[in-house]
């Protein structure tokens, strides 16, 4: 079993578009967003305290960098955030990228390089796509096309990419090159063949190379094997389950970011703690984050 542990509430951040929980090894902390309230979280789990930093627009994730600040995703594009001096700058812009578009997940590899994905904000056109960051040249990486993506996540040893195409319900996998840039990707899961009703959101590779996605409309996060079966399923009292990141000191405690947008009134009076985090303990440790390289 990779669940060790009860579900419980680490916060009630009453997030709209709680995304993007990333582990913070250096300040041991939780990084998450609010995409749609252009909020940064940062939950401390040993005290129980956590803040927040405005972002300028939009903010799809944050990821911390080998300089010590953290690299956002905005609508306009990558900006270096301070978390000491709460202050955002501009570092790239994503050539080619509609004006209707956001960026909405990512995630590094071993080497410190972000994957990351485009979306239409209104969620209907297929005007989405996937990149690759590396220490300041971005290129295109992997599907286009997507109205919805997330992701990517790429597995422990570097030679796996895997990009979800929520809307389709389907999750893709790709090989990785020696030049680091995927193959052509084929199916890895249907979420419809296992789940009614549910949409993948963002996927994350644990350290035995299993990968979890949370389930927008599904109520809970599902584990699936290397070779693509549905293994475990953890439900949660929320029905917009966004994407797990694995924490603590051993990477064996399981955070989990939710979503208040798209429930009606009834709904949240049914569900008070959607937006929340959420935790567990895992029976199976993630993969530590490496910080992006800067240099």
Not at 38 to 67: K, M, R
Not at 281 to 288: D, K, Y
């Given at each position: 079993?990779a ?78 955030l ?12 994503i ?17 410190g390089?972000?994957?990351f ?122 029905a ?56």
């Open positions: 079993m669940v060790s542990g009860p579900v419980s509430l680490a916060l009630d951040a009453r997030a709209m578009l709680g995304e993007g929980p990333v582990w913070d090894t250096a300040r041991q902390c939780l990084w998450f967003v609010d995409i749609k309230s252009h909020a940064v979280w940062c939950l401390d789990p040993q005290s129980g305290t956590s803040q927040w930093i405005e972002a300028p627009d939009q903010v799809g994730w944050v990821l911390p960098t080998s300089t010590g600040r953290l690299l956002a995703g905005l609508k306009s594009g990558l900006h270096l301070d978390p000491v001096t709460r202050q955002f700058e501009k570092t790239a812009t050539p080619g990228e509609p004006a209707h578009n956001r960026l909405n997940d990512a995630c590094t590899d071993r080497a390089r972000v994957w994905g485009s979306m239409d904000d209104n969620e209907e056109a297929k005007t989405g796509r996937f990149y690759r960051y590396e220490r300041g040249t971005i290129v295109a990486a992997g599907p286009a096309g997507v109205t919805i993506t997330n992701g990517p996540a790429v597995n422990g040893r570097a030679d796996l990419v895997y990009f979800s195409d929520t809307l389709g319900r389907r999750i893709f996998v790709a090989e990785l090159g020696e030049d680091g840039l995927p193959g052509e990707p084929r199916l890895f899961v249907d979420i419809a063949q296992d789940f009614a009703g549910a949409y993948p959101d963002g996927p994350v590779v644990d350290a035995e190379g299993c990968v979890w996605t949370g389930l927008w409309n599904g109520w809970a996060v599902a584990r699936y094997s290397p070779e693509g079966r549905l293994m475990e399923t953890v439900s949660l009292p929320v917009n389950v966004t994407k797990l990141a694995f924490g603590g000191a051993d990477l064996m405690t399981a955070f989990v970011t939710t979503a208040r947008k798209g429930l009606d009134e009834a709904a949240l009076e049914a569900q008070p703690q959607a937006g929340g985090v959420f935790t567990f303990r895992s029976g199976v440790a993630g993969l530590a984050t490496t910080p992006v390289e800067m240099t």
